[in-house]
Each structure stands twice: as C-alpha cells, then as structure tokens.
C-alpha cells in the first residue's frame, strides 16, 4: 500500500483524482493487501529488509540476546535523503566557505557507543561529576574578558589586509628620517578606527555578559538533604535532581521522572530552541513516578550518549532496582525549553551549561562577503598602484634633483648637510647620502600620501549599513501581522547584494504556500468524498438535525478552535447504523486518523449559551490541537469533526469520543514518522483486546490497518523492547521491528489535504521575472504537486514548453538532456542564446535525475539547459541537493544567487547562496538562523529587491566611488605641491588638518547620503520592475565610472592646485596661509560635488553637507588660533581679502564645470531608464502636467 514518499510531499486536491481512482479502485475489486501501482517500492524494501536481517524474536530464555544484523537501509536511490557523491562536492564547498553551521538540523549522526556511555547518578552529583568531571551549569556567549578584550579584539580586526598597512604607516612615520606628521598624529586615524570598532565590539559583548549573567543568577528548586531547596543555575550539577514549576524556563537537559500528572504526561514549549510555538509532549517513565509521588529515595543510573548537537534524538537507558528500561526523546526536556500546562515536573541532570543541546546549537550566522566590496578591493588595487607610481616619481625626482645639486645642497632650501652654527657645527645634519635619501623619500611620500587607500571607507561603509538595515527592519510593508514578525537584518554585509539578484531558489511547502493544511478530501472504503463541503453554520444545523433523528450525540460538544469543512455525504454514512466492512473501514479509517499521530489536545471548557440548542449541549469543551506538523493537527481535527474526538494522551493510552461514546485505547508501541520508511504506525489494544497496528503510509496520504495475532504481537514486543533500550543504532532497530508489522497492510482509504499559497505570491514571483529575475523552485514534494503550484502562482504559464527530465540512470540522463538541448536549440553558451529562444521553457527535473546528474558530468549539460529556461522545478530533492543546485549557477557564472525557505532542510541551500533569506513560518527557525535576512511572508521579498535591493546597491556603489574621489582628490593635490617644492615631501598643510579631512571634514555628509538618498520613490520601483535591471547591469558602480571619476578627480586637483598658486604668485603669503587656504577649499569642493548627486534633500542633509564646511572653516579658525603651531593667524589675514573669497568660487565653478557638462549631455542624449522614471516622478508632481504613458517612461 506504500508509495515513494519524500518528507515534504504533501497531497494537492487538483491533482489526487488519480490516486483517488487507484486507491478506489483497489479497495472495490477486494485488493486489501495493496500496493501502489504509481511506485511499489516500500513493498519490495521491506522484503528485502526481512530477508537481510534476522527480525524472528528468539526464544524467551534468551530475550536479551537478540542479534541485531548490521545498520539497515532501505536501498531506494529516489528516496536518497543526500547525494553519495555530488553532495560529498557540496558539502566540501560548503564547509570550505564557512558556510555549514553547526545546527541542530545538521548533527553527528555517530551516537555513543554502548562502551562508552555517559553515567549519571541520579540524587548523587559528587559521585557523578569525580568520575568524569563533567562542567558545572554556568553558561558563557560572551568572546572576551577584561584580560583578553584588547589582543584578542585588535588580531580579529588586523584581519583586514588595510588596517595592517595603516600600521605600517604608522610604523614608518615613527622613524626618524621619516617623520612627515607628528608622531603622535599620525597615530590618530588608525586608533580612531580601531577605538570605535573596539568600542562597539565592547559594547555588544557587555550586554552578552549582562546576559550571561542574568541567565546563570537564576534560581531553581534542587532536591538538597531530602528536600527541594533554591539553587543557583550556574552551581546546578550533573546528576542533581530538579523541580520545574508551571511556567518556568527548563535550566538544564534532565530526563523526567515524574510530573504533577499521575500519567507522567508533561507539556513543554520549544520556541526558544527551534521557534515551534506548539506545545510538545514529554513523559515520564511510568518506573520513576512513583518514586517521586511517593516521597521514597531519589535514585537510579543513566546511561546515556555523550553530548550531541541533535535536539531531536535522545538515546539512554535507565537502571532503578534492577530493571532496565529505555530513555527516548520523550523523555528528556532541554534547557531554554518553558513547562506549559503542568503543575511541576522532576527530573534528573543529564547534561550542563555549555554541554546543553541548547548551547552546542548556539552558533552564529555565517559570514557572508559582498560582490561590491570584492570589486571595491580591485580598484583599491589600482589605486595602490597609482600610489606606488606617485611615489616613484617623487622618489625619482627627488633623486635626480640632489644629484644635480649635490655641491650646492648647504645653499638651497629643504636640504642641508651640515649644521651652520653651535656645538653642532659642521657635523652631518640628517643627510644620509643620495641613494638613501632617494629611497627615504619613497617612503615618506607613502606617508604623505598614505589615504589614496581610505580607510574611513571601511568604518563609513559599516556605519552606512548598519542604518539601511534600521529602515529596512522598520519598513511596515515587510511586517507580518499573522506572525506579528519584523523583518530581520541578521548579516549587515551584503545589503547591497540585494539590488543585484539574477536567481531566486526558493522551497515550496511553507515558502510558497501557507503549510496551513487544510482537510478537503478522503477515500473511504472505495468512495471519494469532499465534492459536497458544507460551511461550518451549515453543518451545525444538519448535525443537530441528525441528531434528533439519530441515535443521541451525548450531553456535550467538542468545538474546534478552527473550522473544518465536512463532506454531508460522508457525515451522513458515518452516523447510519451499518454493519459489514464498509461500516469497519469508516470506523478504522478515522480512529487511525485520531490515534495514529503525535498531536497534544488542549482542552478549555466554555459556557452553552454560544451552543446553538442547549437542550442537547449542556456545556461545550473547546478543544485545540498541538502537534509538531501542520498536516498531523489537519487531520486529527478532521477526525473530530466527524465525530472522532481525541481529547485525552498520556504516554500508555488515548481516549477518543466516538460520537458521544468514550473510548479508552491502550497504546502498546509507537513508530514515529522517518524519512526512511515515510511512514508512522502506533500499536494499539481494544477494550476488547484485540490488537491492531494503524499506518499512516506516506506521511498523511494512505491509511491502512491490520490485526495481529498473539505470536506476532510478541514478537513485535520481543523486538521492540531490545530496539528501544538499544544505545547503539536504536533508530535502525526500530526500523526493522516496525518492518515486523507494517506489512499485509488492509487498506482502509486515503486523504486529501491541501495547502494554500501565500497571499499575494502570484504578484510576487509575475514581478520579480519581469524584473530580470530567474526564479526556480526547489522542493522535496512530488512532481504533480510541483507543477500544480507552478500553475497556481504563475511561475508556469500556458504558453511554456515544458522539458521534463525523469530519469532512471545516468545514460538514460544524458540521452534526455542532449534530446531536449537538440529539440530547443540550447547551445553551450547559453545566456547569449536566451533571446533567441522561439518558445519559453520549464525545465521540471526530479531528484532521482539530480543524483546521476550532479555526481557524473553532466552538470554542464544541466547547467546548458537550464540557464535557458525561463522557469526551473526541482521535485523530490534531498537538502544537499539544493545546495548542489545553487552551487551549480554560482561556480559558473558571476550572477548573484538568493535562496530562500522556511524549514530546517533548506539551510543547505541558503548557507551556499550568496543572500539567505529565512521565512518565519510553521517549521521552526533553523532557516532563519543560518539566514542572512528574515521575514513573514514571500510576498516581502518583493520589495526587499525591488525596493531596498535597489536603493542599498546604488547608495553603496555611489559611496565608494565618492569616497575614492574624495581621498584622490586631496592626495593629487599634495602630490602637485610636492613637485613644485623640489620634491621635499613637504606639506602646507598642518599635520591635524591633514588628519581631520577624512575623518571629521567630509565623513558626516558621506555617512547621511549613504543612508538617506533616493534616486526613485518606492512607489515608482514597484510599479516598473524592470528598473531593477540597473542593478544587472551594474549602473551605480563598474570600471567605466571608476576611470571616468579618476579622470575627473585629476581635472579637479589641478584646477584646486593651481588657481591658488596663480591668484597668489605675485603676493607676499606664506606657504601656511595656502595650506589653509587649500583645506577650506578641498572640503567646499567635494562637498559640492556631492551635493550635485544627491537626489532627495531632506533637513538632515543640509546640515550634513552644510553643516560640513562650517565645521571645517570652525576648525580651521581654531588651529590658526593656537600660537604653537607654525599656521597662527593665517586665516584672519587671508579672510580680509575679496582675492581669498572669489578664489573658493573659482575653484569651484572651473573644477566641477567638465561634470555639470558631461551630466547634462549624458542625461540628454543619452538618457539611463533611472533617468527618464525620475524625470517621470518629477513631472508628476508638478500641477496641471500632461501625464505620459507609463510604458514609455520606463523603456
């Protein structure tokens, strides 16, 4: 009855028809024992599964004995949860870039082995902590102390390859023939950077010890001398036995031994550790209660594995008065975990502080590097190697000048080579010969011109950065009042990368769609039902009909926290009083539904006056269901809404109310659902004692039971009981026995369960193509269920050829791969071929395919194809293979790759992609930690590239443009000075000054445009996509504008050099009133040459680049006013003369005229798709303007 099944698969109502048709068809021509004719691979694996390993119980006298054949696996290459050899490549890259976390989703698979377990003493820590020496409770997220903070701060910032030649300059200015600035001056810049990093790292790592500390000052009840006394968190031990109160934080991972529930049922909330809200079922051993109820003396021993990063296995046995029995995952709480609807809880430490599954998961979002940034670094390059040619120059020039006028050297100006008068007389005066003075004078010119590399750029970009991320998280357009979740900026490195997306890989289930599940349709005993909904009002009424006519429903009413729609057909069948085999299918079909699951019932009781007839309905339980998936809760609440209410579960038995009837069922054994078996089976016994196991076959679709007899059920017992107190292999061993079981399965139907797209996703995904983006789907479900999504959210349209590429080996991949590039067209080279393409293609491949695709050499072939697609579906595909997808675009081309998902399997693929985007959905929060970016919804990712994307990309591009012309500028500028001063190395301007340009003249106004600029309003980039094709085509930064601003930068130099030294050549000045003369006017020009760029003037920006030039012109003042420096009182003679104010306007108006030119022809004639939509905005604003067509304003 089994069908191949992925773990995200999920049954879409537009496309069951056919399974519907197969399963009725089975169950009409008596085929109970049925497999499916879509995939019988399940009942081949589970014969080859008994046939290689011995599964016969062996005889009682020798029940502990059971030989366990090796590790088993199913041999199912579709079913593949990672690629053997093409995930292995991946996994390589993966963790070669830092990329792979270490997650709770991505754990050590190699458990502890029975030789070497861990051993807790329960009540008996010293015991316990001696042998091993375990660590205490006491947590620590924090990187640094008082003694570490300052070396190990500065090693991590000296990472960066220009802080370490800023050292050197520093370094090199402390030298003696070498000291351009003061010494103590030229340390300024350097130590500004490195203090404000410093500072902020301090700050974030205070409020982590703040954290810390809080967190370990915490108190919780441990039992001490035979009672339960107050005890610190951080002086919590292993072994130590600890009280939970209703509501309280879990401290430590402690196995339960008893809860306020006589049961030892207990409820615990996770969102802490995986972000699932819903509450999770733990119990406690049914062995350990009474210890705790009856007040006798704590004890015990635990062998458990040692600690692992997996917060979803647990694998222990305990010992109490000679009894083993074995610990699961349900029977551990972990730390950071909340006790919910339990009065108190006991239990016993097994793992400690930074051993905790909570803090092992606690790692932090990897590292991502910017494209614009890597290009940043290849123009720095260039300007290194201007620097260097600047430097020979001077070097050589200064060369050549001493040896022209080495025998006059006492006569001139700058050099001297002996002192003139005083004890000193006649001795060398710091002159160390030509070819050292040549090469000193390299040096110093490095000095000199030390910020050609700027390095006010790599704080300016962070601080730049930081404030986009302030208005992207409080954009109320990217706020999701479902989740009442903010958008998330959990990388401040690549904002920019946004406005540069060529590929979107995004998941389905969850992603796409709401993972609401929603019950729509069943197959029951060969009939569909679910063509005849009725609303919930409707059906209130036919049910009261019903049962005034029927046998009576009982005196009270269960009423769900949500509305499940019923089919009257199949409502009507179920309360018809029949006998047969269709009556017991029915019957079966909804008690699977309702006890074949791991769903928590939360029960609240209500008054009857919201009942509609209180003669029938004296009181109403309002019941919710809780459970770890969304399709488990669908359907559980489906069965209640057909009269099969599961309203009570402890860790032995359900109780169901049938209809008004309670029903009390033993549970005997569960198989929890796993990837391997896609399939969940529970052992129950009736009041009748008759035992049947219920499955549910691929995850929720199929439903089938079966009878076992007295023998089987022992040697399922048998079985079971080794498998579960196992410490090596338990998952593999619980395999096998329910192997034991699940088979001649009876068929009893099928269900229907449907998930929802996400609002506004079709509008979404229609934007993004037209925006120039590839948008390619990666999901774990079936084919059909891919393409019926496809269709729905307008990602495949009517008029696509649709390539389909199922292939069953590595030849029969080829043969299709080659047939279909043949069919189309598709040439290697496939991006210039694109436009060429007759038809739009979709390419739909399946997992299966994948793996002999990316392992072989084919990945070429794919990669051909694909690019040519316009639409690409991935179905069946495992994680890694995600991953592998990604990787394949992003080795092989420079486009920038975004992925995002919502659930743990796809942080693969958001760690390998250039941007990780995380959806804070219904599966925890695994994608949203490995993310770089997180939100509510997909329909956000729509403005986030459209928008912010664009709006980041051409604000940072411009930044680094400015502030490598701004940096040049002034080094150009000193560089004309040097040449006309004999190529001394000299400077006019006074060591702060030359220290103040960069990091506090001209920083404010860069740091304001940076955050604050718009060349268009949001509005406007939504309504034409296509203008985020700028960010494609790299508009706001490339080569060309870095060589054109170059070029510009030398107009200006020269224009700010030689004006001054032509208006004043006649006068009588000295050289520190043209120093300040040249500081006052390099800062009014760079600021005007912003302010000709900047396209939205807000309050803040005027007095940022006003602002600016006030502050230098104060400065200035301020520095001419101190009597030690050699520049005292310039500026109040220089401020007196007319020449001195119209030389500033003449600099200005003749540095920036070959700009306003060049902007002017090149906006007129030449005009960028920006251009014409701000000149679109501008016109429209304007009152009584004649509007324009819209498609021809952004052509």
Request: hydrophobic residues 40%; glycine residues 6%.
């Amino acid at each position: 009855m089994y069908i191949a099944y992925t773990p995200n698969d999920l049954f879409d109502v537009n496309d069951g028809e056919n399974l519907f048709s197969a399963v009725d068809t089975a169950l009409r021509e008596g085929n109970r024992e049925y497999c499916s004719p879509l995939k019988p691979s399940f009942c081949s694996a589970e014969s080859q599964i008994r046939q290689q390993f011995p599964l016969k119980c062996p005889l009682r006298d020798r029940k502990r004995m059971v030989s366990w054949g090796g590790s088993m696996e199913l041999q199912q290459t579709s079913l593949a949860f990672g690629i053997s050899g093409g995930s292995s490549r991946v996994q390589d890259k993966l963790n070669k870039s830092q990329r792979i976390r270490h997650k709770s989703t991505q754990f050590d698979d190699n458990l502890s082995h029975e030789e070497n377990p861990r051993l807790i003493y329960v009540n008996d820590p010293r015991m316990t902590n001696d042998k091993y020496e375990f660590t205490g409770n006491e947590i620590r997220t924090s990187k640094y102390t008082l003694i570490n903070f300052l070396p190990k701060n500065l090693f991590i910032q000296f990472h960066r390859v220009a802080y370490l030649y800023f050292l050197a300059i520093v370094f090199l200015n402390q030298l003696p023939p070498l000291a351009i600035f003061g010494r103590t001056v030229s340390l300024f810049p350097l130590l500004f950077v490195l203090c404000v990093t410093a500072i902020k790292d301090g700050y974030e790592d205070w409020r982590r010890h703040r954290s810390d500390r809080n967190e370990n000052n915490r108190e919780a009840l441990v039992l001490q001398s035979g009672k339960f006394q107050f005890k610190k968190w951080k002086k919590i031990r292993a072994g130590e036995v600890v009280k939970i109160c209703a509501d309280d934080t879990i401290p430590c991972d402690m196995v339960l031994l008893g809860t306020s529930d006589p049961s030892g049922i207990a409820y615990i909330q996770t969102m802490n550790l995986d972000g699932e809200s819903n509450l999770k079922t733990r119990y406690a051993r049914q062995e350990t209660t009474p210890m705790v109820f009856e007040g006798g003396t704590v004890s015990g021993l635990i062998r458990c594995e040692q600690p692992n990063r997996n917060i979803y296995e647990f694998t222990a046995n305990m010992e109490l008065k000679g009894q083993r029995f074995p610990l699961s995952q349900s029977n551990i709480i972990l730390r950071g975990c909340q006790l919910k609807n339990t009065e108190w809880v006991v239990g016993a430490v097994v793992y400690a502080g930074q051993e905790t599954k909570a803090m092992l998961n606690s790692a932090m979002s990897p590292s991502k590097r910017s494209r614009l940034e890597s290009y940043m670094n290849r123009e720095t390059l260039w300007l290194s190697v201007f620097l260097f040619t600047m430097c020979l120059v001077v070097a050589l020039g200064m060369g050549l000048w001493l040896q022209r006028h080495k025998d006059r050297l006492d006569e001139l100006p700058y050099y001297r080579k002996t002192y003139f008068g005083g004890r000193s007389a006649g001795k060398s005066y710091k002159f160390y010969g030509i070819p050292m003075e040549t090469f000193f004078s390299f040096l110093s010119s490095i000095i000199v011109f030390q910020i050609m590399i700027p390095i006010s750029l790599y704080i300016t970009m962070e601080l730049v950065r930081l404030g986009q991320s302030y208005f992207m998280i409080g954009d109320k357009h990217m706020y999701d009042t479902s989740t009442d979740s903010r958008f998330q900026c959990r990388s401040l490195n690549i904002n920019e990368d946004l406005g540069q997306i060529r590929y979107v890989f995004s998941d389905k289930t969850g992603t796409l769609t709401e993972n609401k599940m929603e019950f729509r349709k069943a197959s029951v005993h060969g009939k569909n039902y679910g063509s005849s909904m009725l609303t919930a009002d409707t059906w209130q009424d036919t049910n009261i009909a019903v049962s005034r006519t029927a046998a009576p429903v009982g005196k009270s009413r269960w009423k769900l926290k949500s509305e499940v729609p019923v089919d009257s057909e199949l409502m009507a069948f179920l309360r018809k009083e029949l006998a047969g085999d269709e009556r017991i299918a029915a019957h079966e079909f909804f008690l699977t539904l309702a006890t074949c699951n791991t769903v928590i019932p939360i029960l609240t009781r209500s008054s009857s006056s919201s009942c509609m007839d209180s003669e029938f309905y004296e009181d109403v339980e309002a019941i919710d269901y809780q459970g770890e998936s969304p399709d488990e809760q669908a359907l559980v609440a489906a069965a209640s809404a057909y009269g099969y209410t599961l309203f009570e579960r402890t860790s032995g038995h359900v109780v169901i109310d049938v209809n008004g009837e309670k029903l009390r069922l033993d549970v005997l054994g569960l198989h929890e659902f796993d990837s391997v078996r896609k399939r969940m089976s529970v052992v129950i016994r009736f009041p009748d004692d008759s035992v049947k196991v219920l499955v549910k076959g691929l995850r929720t679709l199929v439903v089938a039971s079966r009878d076992l007899t007295d023998a089987e059920l022992e040697e399922w017992q048998c079985m079971y009981e080794d498998a579960s107190t196992s410490l090596t292999d338990r998952s593999i061993k619980l395999r096998q026995t329910a192997a034991v079981i699940e088979c001649n399965l009876q068929l009893l139907g099928a269900t229907g369960i449907e998930d929802k797209l996400q609002e506004g996703v079709p509008e979404a995904i229609e934007s993004l193509r037209q925006a120039g983006i590839k948008v390619w789907v990666l999901t774990g479900d079936k084919q059909e269920t891919a393409i019926s999504i496809g269709i729905s959210c307008k990602l495949l349209t009517s008029d696509m050829q649709q390539i389909i590429i199922n292939g069953t080996s590595e030849e029969d991949c080829r043969n299709l791969l080659s047939d279909a590039k043949a069919k189309y067209g598709v040439r290697t080279s496939s991006r210039k071929e694109e436009g060429t393409m007759s038809a739009a293609l979709a390419l739909i491949i399946d997992g299966n395919s994948l793996v002999y695709i990316l392992e072989k050499d084919l990945e070429s072939e794919l990669f051909d194809l694909a690019t040519s697609c316009k639409v690409v579906l991935c179905c069946r595909v495992a994680p890694l293979q995600k991953a592998g997808i990604v990787d394949l675009i992003k080795s092989r081309t420079d486009d920038m790759t975004l992925a995002i998902g919502d659930g743990a399997n796809d942080v693969s693929m958001i760690q390998m992609a250039d941007v990780g985007v995380g959806i804070c959905g219904q599966e925890g929060r695994q994608a949203v930690m490995a993310s770089d970016f997180a939100m509510g919804q997909f329909r956000f990712l729509k403005r986030l590239l459209l928008v912010h994307g664009h709006w980041n990309y051409q604000r940072i591009g411009y930044l680094v443009l400015y502030n490598f012309y701004r940096n040049a500028v002034f080094v150009l500028m000193l560089f004309w000075y040097i040449l006309s001063t004999a190529f001394s190395t000299t400077s006019a301007l006074t060591d702060w000054s030359s220290v103040f340009y960069s990091v506090i003249y001209t920083s404010v106004p860069t740091i304001v445009v940076g955050i604050l600029d718009k060349d268009l309003s949001h509005k406007t980039l939504l309504e034409h996509p296509k203008l985020y094709g700028a960010g494609h085509r790299q508009e706001s930064y490339n080569m060309y504008l870095f060589w054109i601003t170059m070029i510009d930068t030398l107009w200006q130099s020269l224009v700010l050099f030689y004006i001054p030294v032509f208006t004043y050549r006649e006068s009588t000045i000295d050289i520190w009133s043209m120093g300040s003369l040249w500081t006052i006017a390099v800062v009014i020009l760079v600021n005007m040459h912003l302010a000709m760029d900047i396209q939205r003037w807000l309050l803040l920006t005027h007095m940022a680049v006003w602002g600016s030039i006030i502050i230098t012109y104060a400065c200035v003042v301020v520095l001419d006013s101190i009597p030690i420096f050699p520049n005292y009182g310039t500026i109040y003679h220089l401020a007196k003369s007319p020449t001195y104010w119209l030389s500033f306007l003449l600099i200005i108006c003749l540095a920036l005229l070959p700009r306003f030119i060049f902007k002017v022809l090149h906006q007129t004639f030449w005009p960028s798709d920006i251009q014409i939509a701000r000149e679109a905005e501008i016109l429209r604003k304007r009152p009584n303007h004649v509007q324009s067509n819209p498609d021809q304003s952004s052509s």
